[in-house]
């Protein structure tokens, strides 16, 4: 299963018709890409007013005119494989050519690696800045365990979340991540994404929403038109 799923991504990198829902479900991460089922019936009933994107960590540049959320768990597999394979190509479709940002927000759900890595993070963020918060979700995601079984043990500890960020950040800099961690500053930032995922109806990761509205595509092309649809709405508005 895990030889086809690599074929189907590089077979999808040299087509404009790339598929990401790709099916490669991995143990309790298998929602992730039967959402279609799970979430069709909340397509069309949230509006972009109702999402507040202020201190979120996003890629792109802040006047582009439509947002992309991703909501994710750094203990998921099919996350991981967004974050290398998928995020990419959005960015290089939609994010560097300034038609969208891309916001990533929290749905901690598989164990307590999963809580503990989404709050160190929202640390990263409120103290060293988008920039150091986006090398840190890279690593992390890089760094996940590819034994499945590991998805319900304690890896992502305090000590293993403060060696990945030295991978990335200054002696100084972890030091401020840490103390803001451990005093639990972060835990605001993620139930509010928390507070979201339930709202919208998340039911695994990862899932997408353009502008409020669900993402039920399959492939860039679907996610392009949603996001010009978005666009010029925002226009007529």
């Known amino acids: 299963m895990a030889n086809n799923k690599e074929n189907k991504i590089k077979e999808s990198k040299s087509s404009s018709k790339f598929t990401f829902w790709v099916i490669g479900l991995v143990a309790v991460c298998i929602l992730a890409f ?31 005119p439509v947002s992309i959320i991703e909501f994710g768990d750094y203990k998921c597999p ?7 394979q998928v995020v990419p190509i959005i960015k290089d479709a939609l994010v560097d050519t300034g038609k ?29 800045g988008n920039e150091s918060f986006w090398k840190f979700h890279d690593r992390l995601f ?10 319900k043990k304690d890896v992502f500890t305090e000590n293993f979340l403060i060696d990945t960020l030295k991978e990335v950040a200054s002696d100084t800099e972890v030091e401020k991540a840490v ?3 451990q ?4 835990d605001d ?27 039920t595509g399959k492939s860039i092309d679907d996610l392009t038109k949603m996001v010009e649809k978005a666009a010029k709405g925002k226009k007529n508005e």
């Open 34 to 64: 039967i959402f279609l089922n799970n979430q069709s019936k909340q397509q069309g009933k949230v509006k972009t007013n109702e999402i507040d994107y202020s201190n979120q960590p996003f890629l792109g540049k802040e006047s582009a």
């Open 78 to 84: 099919n996350c991981k494989n967004f974050s290398e």
């Open 100 to 128: 969208a940002k891309l916001y990533f927000m929290n749905d901690s759900f598989i164990n307590v690696d999963s809580i503990r890595s989404a709050k160190f993070a929202e640390s990263v963020f409120q103290e060293l």
């Open 142 to 151: 890089a760094k996940q365990p590819e034994d499945p079984a590991a998805e």
């Open 179 to 181: 103390k803001n961690f």
């Open 183 to 186: 005093a639990e500053k972060s």
């Open 189 to 215: 930032a993620w139930q509010k994404d928390m507070d979201y995922a339930e709202k919208l109806g998340v039911t695994g990761t990862p899932t997408i929403f353009v502008n409020g509205k669900l993402f």
